[in-house]
T-cell receptor, first 113, second 116 residues
Framework: GENVEQHPSTLSVQEGDSAVIKCTYS??????FPWYKQELGKRPQLIID?????GEKKDQRIAVTLNKTAKHFSLHITETQPEDSAVYFC????????????FGKGTKLTVNP | EAEVAQSPRYKITEKSQAVAFWCDPI?????LYWYRQILGQGPELLVQ????????DSQLPKDRFSAERLKGVDSTLKIQPAELGDSAMYLC??????????????FGDGTRLSIL
């Protein structure tokens, strides 16, 4: 089955700097890659997603890139703000009727003012 | 904005007792998921419904866990008997479940279960 590895497990940046979180997946059939932000005690919230027919997607300060050949995808946050502090999860889904999301272990991002 | 509703938010019970969680998906969402999230890890799928039918329950410990979505709307997840290792956050999510595949999944606030 699918296996998703996520790095780093913790990331600390200064306000205004950029943050990058990387994920790799094992199943070449995976075709959908969402990113979720989870603040302490709250629900995971979808912040951006990308499908395998696209190499890059951007939404304001957030961007995701996908390299299908290398089977890795990354989340880029620019001009970080303290409210970006949270745990970020990447996930992969192979579709095929199940649409099961397999999540990485998460990255705890801390943005220092 | 419509949200996935879950109850209770917190549940504390003793091992060997029965416990149940309830989820009401976003209106019109055909696909419903139950995930378990252990502290410090990502969510793991327990069971997926398409309308009232189970699509994937390969990771559901069927000797003690059961799930149903009788009318294809709200859903109940039950554990009996509960074990210490079941302590976790139980998250429900829903998606439209229509083409194209892999519609975004929206999560509820979860039920935090503590087994004493």
């Amino acid at each position: 089955g699918e296996n998703v590895e996520q790095h780093p497990s913790t990331l600390s940046v200064q306000e205004g700097d950029s943050a990058v979180i990387k994920c790799t997946y094992s199943d070449s059939a995976s075709n959908y890659f969402p990113w979720y932000k989870q603040e302490l005690g709250k629900r995971p919230q979808l912040i951006i997603d990308i499908r395998s027919n696209v190499g890059e997607k951007k939404d304001q300060r957030i961007a995701v890139t996908l390299n299908k050949t290398a089977k890795h995808f990354s989340l880029h946050i620019t001009e970080t703000q303290p409210e970006d502090s949270a745990v970020y999860f990447c996930a992969a889904s192979s579709g095929g009727g199940s649409e099961k999301l397999v999540f990485g272990k998460g990255t705890k991002l801390t943005v220092n003012p | 904005e419509a949200e996935v509703a879950q109850s209770p938010r917190y549940k504390i019970t003793e091992k060997s007792q029965a416990v149940a969680f309830w989820c009401d998906p976003i209106s019109g969402h055909a696909t419903l998921y139950w995930y378990r999230q252990i502290l410090g890890q990502g969510p793991e799928l327990l069971v997926q419904f398409q309308d009232e039918s189970v699509v994937d329950d390969s990771q559901l410990p069927k000797d003690r866990f059961s799930a149903e979505r009788l009318k294809g709307v709200d859903s109940t997840l039950k554990i009996q008997p509960a074990e210490l290792g079941d302590s976790a956050m139980y998250l429900c999510a829903s998606s439209l479940g229509t083409e194209p595949a892999n519609q975004p999944q929206h999560f509820g606030d979860g039920t935090r279960l503590s087994i004493l």
